[in-house]
């Protein structure tokens, strides 16, 4: 495995990752996190819901000891904790698959021969002579084999002088069975004809055993972790769908036209290959011969095909739908926008909130308190009402109900399922800090070019002198035009009437225009030399161009960016959301009046030079402004930088989508505030999580410690809160 490309906050450091195996809890994540952090050189995250650590490592290191040579610490790191580590750039589907069964297998026998125990505990009428030992021999399965994941984890954990919520869990059930065998032999719980009733409270009378603790609990508690681990893999189907949707093959076209079906891994840049229809396309390249329709919904979450013909860009993964197309690779393997999805994606999910953080602090220190708090509840029970069985009953619950998993999976979980969903949108989401800054955003900063308009210069007037037909006159510039790679003359070309020929002769004058003999005519096409068509084009964001034939006018065409179809809704729902909308450019004022008019934004700035944009975006956090910008090009860089949240249009530029927080992959200003609203929606899903999680365990722990709640109750409650957050997290998939 090679470094992973850098983002901004990790240029000049390799970037690794290792899927981690055997973490049960936030507590564990916690410790990997802590021990990888000691090591000189290493700054590490390690998310549980990902079951990932996420490694940036000093250059330094890697010049010194060789970076294979540092991952393989790493790894040593990890399993030197007691949990299993391995070097991957995916997740393997059948660890977790075996995971889920080895849970299901366990849960289904703890159920079976749980449910009996617990039936024969509670209710007197089915307590038959001797009900207590065949209770026992029900239970010691579960207690055992069932629960053997999690005395596993304890005893793991033993060995390194530490503590999770399994050792939580364990030391109840081992707890709850020692008791019951030691009441079964020494008490006269062991007699025939004992019969015995249970209260949801701690409060009991006559002799009491905890079997139907010791086995129900471990079946409330594989039950939670089952439908955890599961719920954990469907947020997750997001990127691993991104990772699915490559090629396998391609027809590579050779350079004497033949066909060769290989390997994807073995396409170059430059290559030319055929995608046929209803096939995807192979990577990232421009049509050259053919036309058909596209469909990028996979991508950018449009679910209109795009027409595209000779020069339009097409993206890999996308869908061929009617006709043949022949295509010229321009990226390949990392350097696809898929494969650039998928890493934003993964980094996104791998990394860490700060309100997360926070979360993951309250769980390092949380079960050793938890663990004092339950000798103290159970010595205090002793002391003050000295009833051993009052007292033990007291102590057992508060260690089941204080388990953090909730408070664990409260954060990572909804930012799993919202960067998932928003992929699917077309809206990648570079890292979970993100979230906090559309929270208070109160500015939307827009670029026109690109952003608001198409940013392609589109014909949108001709006038012909007397006797000369239109289309011909498009047809003649475009035949001059057809070499040029200038945005006029690359939107006269798409005006033309059919595909054109490249005119004789053609000569390219900059700053004036350009020129070429067709038919035996010198035609030319440049700036307007005299007063232009009679009464003008009624527009002032026009710019035009005069067509002459062997010194003679033959007409005028009219050219002007064109703002995209969802631009009025976009800056509508902006303002619904409670951002005042600025529009700022670096076209001439008529332009950007023109456009922010049709738009009804009142501030728009002009003749904006890059450092300008800057200047603006940094008076306007002076103002006391919290500040979006949207821009797609070079010159966008510096102030998406700059602001409290970037956003890049996915057509833009490297530069300005590596500067921003957000990239928007479809082409489509509604997906600004799209993006916006998802992060809002996700960053309120974890406090709606972690509110739940901490209140939970704020109002649980003081009830069981007071003897208010049985053991039973409390690992239902347990298993339930966990239950709760990761299914209001899944929420997220149904976001529109």
């Known amino acids: ?98 995971r889920i069964a080895d849970l299901r297998r366990r849960l289904r026998v703890a159920t079976i021969l749980g449910a009996p125990v617990l039936a024969l505990s509670m209710i007197p009428a089915l307590q038959f002579r001797g009900w207590q030992w065949v209770a026992l021999g029900l239970a010691l399965p579960v207690s055992t084999w069932s629960a053997w994941p999690f005395h596993r984890a304890m005893w793991m954990n033993l060995r390194h002088r530490q503590a999770t919520m399994d050792t939580l869990v364990s030391v109840g059930v081992i707890a709850a069975t020692g008791w019951s065998l030691w009441a079964l032999t020494a008490t006269e719980a062991g007699d025939l004809g004992m019969t015995m009733s249970m209260t949801l409270d701690g409060a009991h009378g ?61 396409l170059a840049i430059d290559d030319e290959f055929l995608v046929r229809p209803g096939e995807r396309v192979a990577t990232d390249g421009v049509v050259i011969e053919g036309s058909s329709e596209v469909d990028n919904s996979v991508l950018t979450g449009e679910s209109v095909p795009v027409a595209v013909g000779p020069g339009d860009r097409v993206i890999g993964a996308a869908v061929n739908s009617t006709g043949l197309l022949v295509v010229r690779a321009t990226a390949v393997g990392s350097g696809t926008q898929l494969a650039q999805m998928a890493r934003l994606v993964n980094e996104a999910q791998s990394g860490k909130a700060p309100i997360q953080r926070l979360a993951d602090r309250v769980s390092a220190v949380f079960v050793p308190i938890v663990i004092l708090l339950a000798l103290a509840t159970t ?108 945005p006029i003359a690359a939107g006269i070309v798409r005006a033309a009437s059919a595909e054109t020929s490249p005119a004789d002769g053609i000569v390219e004058e900059p700053g004036r225009g350009v020129s070429g003999t067709v038919d035996g005519r010198k035609i030319s096409v440049g700036r307007v030399t ?131 927080d957000i990239t928007l992959v479809r082409e489509d200003l509604g997906a600004v505030v799209d993006a916006i609203r998802l992060s809002r929606r996700t960053l309120r899903t974890i406090r709606v999580n972690l509110i739940w999680a901490f209140g939970y365990n704020v109002a649980a722990i003081p009830l069981a410690a007071t003897g208010r709640l049985s053991p039973v109750v409390a690992g239902a409650a347990m298993a339930l809160s966990s239950v709760f957050v990761v299914s209001n997290s899944l929420r997220l998939r149904r976001f529109r």
């Open 530 to 660: 005299g007063a232009g068509p009679d009464g003008g084009w009624g527009r002032s964001d026009v710019t035009s161009v005069e067509v002459s034939a062997d010194g003679a006018i033959l007409g005028w065409i009219a050219l002007a960016d064109q703002i995209r179809d969802s631009s009025p809704a976009a800056v509508a729902s902006a303002r619904a959301i409670g951002l005042e909308p600025i529009i700022v450019s670096g076209d001439r004022a008529a332009v950007v009046d023109a456009v922010a008019d049709h738009l009804g934004i009142e501030r728009r700035y002009a003749g904006v030079l890059p450092v300008d944009k800057l200047e603006l975006v940094r008076s306007l956090a002076e103002e006391g402004r919290v500040v979006a910008m949207v821009g797609d090009g070079v010159n966008d860089a510096a102030a998406l930088a700059a602001v409290d949240l970037g956003l890049a249009m996915g057509s833009g530029t490297d530069v300005a989508i590596a500067a921003s």
């Open 1 to 98: 495995m090679s470094p992973r490309d850098p983002g901004p906050e990790t240029a000049g450091h390799d970037v690794i990752e290792l899927a981690v195996t055997g973490m049960t809890c936030a507590a564990c994540a916690a410790r990997i996190e802590r021990r990888l952090n000691r090591e000189p050189g290493l700054s590490a995250s390690v998310n549980y819901a990902t079951e990932r650590a996420r490694i940036i490592i000093d250059p330094d290191l890697v010049r010194d000891r060789g970076f294979d040579a540092v991952v393989d610490e790493c790894v040593a790191t990890v399993t030197g904790v007691g949990y299993g580590a391995s070097r991957t750039d995916r997740d393997d589907p059948s660890v977790a698959g075996a």
């Open 379 to 486: 010595v205090a029970w002793l002391a003050f009402d000295g009833s051993t069985e009052r007292a033990f009953s007291s102590g057992v619950a508060v260690l089941i109900i204080a388990c953090p998993c909730a408070l664990g999976l409260a954060t990572p979980t909804a930012l799993l399922v919202g960067t998932g969903r928003g992929a699917r949108l077309g809206i990648l989401i570079r890292g979970p800090e993100v979230l906090e800054s559309t929270r208070q955003v109160d500015t939307l900063v827009l670029d026109k070019t690109g952003t608001i308009t198409t940013g392609s210069m589109e014909v949108v007037d001709v006038r012909a002198e007397s006797g000369v037909d239109p289309v011909n006159l498009i047809d003649f510039a475009a035949s001059v035009e057809v070499g040029s790679a200038h």
């Open 206 to 266: 006559a002799p009491h055993i905890y079997l139907e603790v010791a086995s129900t609990v471990v079946a409330f508690l594989l039950g939670g972790r089952y439908y955890e681990a599961r719920a954990k893999r469907r947020a997750g189907e997001a990127l691993r769908s991104l990772l699915d949707l490559g090629s396998e093959w391609v027809s590579r076209r050779a350079a004497d036209g033949k066909l060769n079906e290989i390997d994807i891994a073995e």
